[in-house]
């Protein structure tokens, strides 16, 4: 499996501000994914991070509240913007592919926690 | 769409116990994957077990192992000689890799392992 960093781990913010959070792999990994996990939920994909290009987006999310960029096969930002208190969360990043156990297992990140104010 | 249900918000069982943890899902799709995780009150997401649809043998690793059972779109996961760590939520999840890679999470089951 591979190593996974996020900063920050957690962050208080204030309504109408942004945060952006970072996810580092100390290998390079094909696929990239962030999902969003609300208070005593479940985890909900918000976008896949592609390399180079746009991110894609799930149904419900948009770029101009998730901007995502993804500059190398090891490393990728989302950001919050505009952020309300409807997005308390945990924030996780995900990996997948290239060097790990199968294309199809998906490897976590120790997630952000975002309390907004 | 998928879907992926877990019927038993909470378990909770004795140290050295075996559990089995409830999973179905619905899908029109003949190739995908199945998982579970484990996320302990640390919040760190920790694959547990995978199971390939095509693969009719049942997955297994070390004290867990799944029951799958295709035709009932059934995915259940046993721990047997439960241990304290093992207390966490336990998520199922669905995965086809075509046309594009996307897991489809349960609601959970917060699992608690008593001395």
């Known amino acids: 499996s591979a190593v996974i960093s996020q900063k920050p781990s957690r962050d208080i913010c204030q309504r109408g501000t942004s945060l952006t959070i970072q996810c580092q792999v100390d290998?390079?990994?094909?696929?990239m994914f962030w999902y969003r996990q609300q208070p005593g939920q479940s985890l909900t994909l918000i976008a896949t991070a592609n390399q180079g290009s746009e991110a894609t987006y799930e149904s419900g999310f948009v770029i101009d509240k998730f901007p995502i960029s993804r500059p190398n096969l090891t490393f990728s930002t989302l950001t919050v913007s505009n952020m309300s208190p409807e997005d308390s969360s945990i924030y996780l990043c995900?990996?997948?592919?290239?060097?790990?156990?199968?294309?199809?297992?998906?490897?976590f990140g120790p997630g952000t926690r975002l309390t907004v104010t | 769409a998928q879907t992926v249900t877990q019927s038993q918000p909470e378990m909770s069982v004795q140290e050295a116990e075996t559990v089995t943890l409830s999973c179905t899902y619905d899908t029109s799709e003949n190739n995908y994957y199945l998982f579970w995780y484990k996320q302990p009150p640390s919040r760190q997401m920790i694959l547990v077990i995978r199971q390939e649809a095509y693969k009719q043998q049942n997955a297994t690793e070390n004290r867990f192992s799944v029951n799958f059972q295709k035709a009932a779109k059934s995915f259940s996961l046993k721990i047997s000689d439960s241990q304290l760590g093992d207390t966490a939520m336990y998520f199922c999840a669905f995965m086809k890799p075509a046309p594009r890679i996307r897991l489809v999470f349960g609601q959970g089951t917060r699992l608690t392992i008593n001395p």
């Open positions: 995900s990996v997948a592919g290239a060097g790990l156990a199968s294309s199809y297992e998906q490897y």
């Open positions: 290998s390079q990994v094909t696929m």
